[in-house]
């Protein structure tokens, strides 16, 4: 097919392929993002009836005040923004409640992004051990506390815990964590970039001040989108509209927020996000079939002997680390191809997404393969066993 | 038509009208940028081939860092990354240079997004007034610089102008405010949302530390997308990488871009940045013909008693901002359908764009009309006014 422009190919890999990438899965578009894309390209395509209070999750047509109140009920928390990413989520709630030198507590996996945000205000992070079954425990989460508490004099400002690692896609207690954290008096907020739109999540059930979920993660929508949803009392805090005037106009900037420097995401990834929203709102209800199917594939990769599945067993996620250094590595090692052989027969059984030539410890995720996709997966992984003799 | 989803209508004001909304026009997505979002939807739609040193902007298919190189030459500056929006960009220059309590100098029109920028940093925004031509001048720009100095004892840390205004999109004296700044060792900003895109922007001529673009404003692209270049002496300081650590994990995260919080721009709005590049670097190109087409209009709207342009003329810029209060402002004191008859007599002439009821000062952009549409549209006022007697 002619590229688009030189440079950029037409890309058709969810077309013509089951991608079971870690990353790619829970973002793949619906028809209704695709639609909204089409028509609401243009940045300011979501500005036409922008009328007063004039702040963007109050436009009414398309309905991104609806949106706005729908996703805060979703979650099951007091109010919720839609911002550029879960990383800005990150960073607007840290520069809201963090000063330069005070302390972030985050899990020894968390993700590199909140580590930035944190590293941005000038602050810093610490982490919080896993353990032998890499999981973020409460109890290690009090202790960690107690000792930067012993350290540095005083409590870290905030705890910000995934509710499913990007790593292993092992889920933690976040709720034992949130009421931990409630004890010490310290805001919690709950990463749910793999969670929020794949599973129910019940902010308020699980003792979150923050929830932050993201959309082209989890929320079939385009980049950048992220959600950040708050309880009342914190909502105050982060959402804060400006308090600044001009030295020589007098100028105020009324009602905008300060920290999410006004507008946020318009045109095509809000709308697209939107559009999405009614079937990802359905999808997290199916959210058990999904881990059957998940559970039974890796019920499956585990008949070819020395196959490991790093995450914990049963799964409880999608998102899911495997080891085949035993077996497809193995074979890597006198292969002519090397790795790529390994890849290259998923590729012609269909399927894509471990990273090319992968054949020792590396991530997939299911999210989203019907039953007969999953079926067709994993007996093309022993498939591959029985074609280089592993079984 | 059938919404997209309910409450999202498909939106085809592009496609049925003249549109002279003042941030609309040169936004407009090309016909490549619309392929580009079709293709690209999926957020991670990008990541398909991220190797190492595993950095968006090093991604060679599709041709991010081809891309990336050639805005940074496009701008005539050492380098350039795409960042989440003209705001975001901002904030990456003033949490880089800027620390709390610190000021930086802003036009006293400067866009509200950079003000909540400073004010998040816990930093204060001090305005330059604009002279009598409603003109931010070098003068008044050093004048600020010295009362500052005097106030507080120090230095701004940073002068941050619009090279147009968008208020009255005025072309200020950027060359010789950056000049001003140079004499005094503060770094310039020059934020060019409604230029980088539509006229020729040369950084180093105008002598910028930093120039600042908005794809969606000025670069036919989706938002939220930005542009930040910087000279090499700036660019080692926003651009710098993250150096923190793990205090358990001992991690650390290579190349990842602190201020950045890493990845920025990815899939859908990248892609369309991209693939409408090819035409923004030929459009500027045609910029003498751009401004000759408002300046036709600006004559011809001129012809109405009573009409007034409040933007300077002759217009150097599309952007601009009219008068009508003493014309179409006195006939809806009386017309039952008050300031709407007008707005909707150029509905009817198949123009939309000045907000509905709009009568007294509103603004319009002209960008990327033809000639034969810049000739209906000004022949549409003409008429309207033949019509309720104003000639």
Not at 165 to 193: S, T
Not at 255 to 284: D, N, Q, W, Y
Not at 298 to 311: A, Y
Not at 329 to 339: A, F, N, P, R
């Amino acid at each position: 097919m002619e590229p688009i422009i030189p440079g950029i190919q037409v890309r058709s890999r969810e077309e013509d392929y089951i991608n079971i990438q870690p990353i790619q899965a829970a973002g793949r578009l619906t028809l209704e993002a695709r639609k909204a894309l089409i028509s609401y390209g243009d940045g300011y395509s979501v500005c036409d009836f922008c009328l007063r209070p004039f702040r963007l999750d109050k436009i009414h047509k398309p309905a991104i005040n609806q949106f706005t109140l729908d996703l805060a009920e979703f979650l099951n928390m007091d109010e919720a923004r839609v911002v550029r990413g879960a990383r800005r989520a990150f960073q607007i709630v840290v520069n809201s409640l963090v000063e330069k030198g005070e302390t972030v507590l985050v899990s020894s996996i968390g993700h590199y992004s909140l580590a930035l945000a944190v590293e941005s205000r000038g602050a810093l992070w610490r982490e919080v051990p896993l353990n032998e079954e890499n999981i973020v425990t409460s109890e290690d989460v009090a202790s960690k506390i107690d000792s930067i508490k012993k350290e540095s004099g005083s409590l870290p400002k905030l705890v910000a815990i995934h509710h499913v690692d990007y790593q292993f896609g092992n889920l933690h207690p976040v709720a034992e964590i949130g009421k931990v954290c409630r004890d010490y008096g310290i805001p919690f907020l709950l990463n749910g970039a793999y969670t929020v739109g794949t599973m129910p999540v019940d902010g308020k059930k699980l003792n979150a001040d923050f929830v932050v979920g993201s959309g082209h993660k989890s929320m079939a929508a385009p980049a950048p989108t992220g959600v950040l949803a708050a309880t009342e009392e914190y909502a105050a805090k982060v959402f804060r509209t400006t308090k600044a005037e001009g030295d020589v106009s007098g100028r105020k900037f009324g009602i905008k927020e300060t920290e999410l420097l006004g507008c946020t995401v318009m045109g095509a990834p809000l709308v697209a996000l939107m559009a999405s929203f009614p079937k990802v709102r359905e999808r997290v209800k199916n959210w058990d079939d999904e881990v059957e199917k998940v559970n039974y594939f890796t019920q499956e990769f585990l008949k070819i002997p020395g196959n490991k599945v790093l995450s914990e067993l049963p799964r409880k996620h999608t998102l899911t680390k495997v080891d085949t250094t035993e077996t497809f590595g193995k074979v890597s090692e006198t292969h002519k191809k090397k790795g790529y052989f390994f890849t290259n027969e998923l590729s012609k059984r269909g399927i894509v997404g471990p990273f090319p030539g992968a054949t020792h410890a590396y991530k997939i995720n299911t999210y989203g393969l019907s039953w007969s996709q999953i079926k067709h997966l994993s007996e093309s992984y022993l498939d591959i066993a029985r074609e280089y003799d592993l079984i």
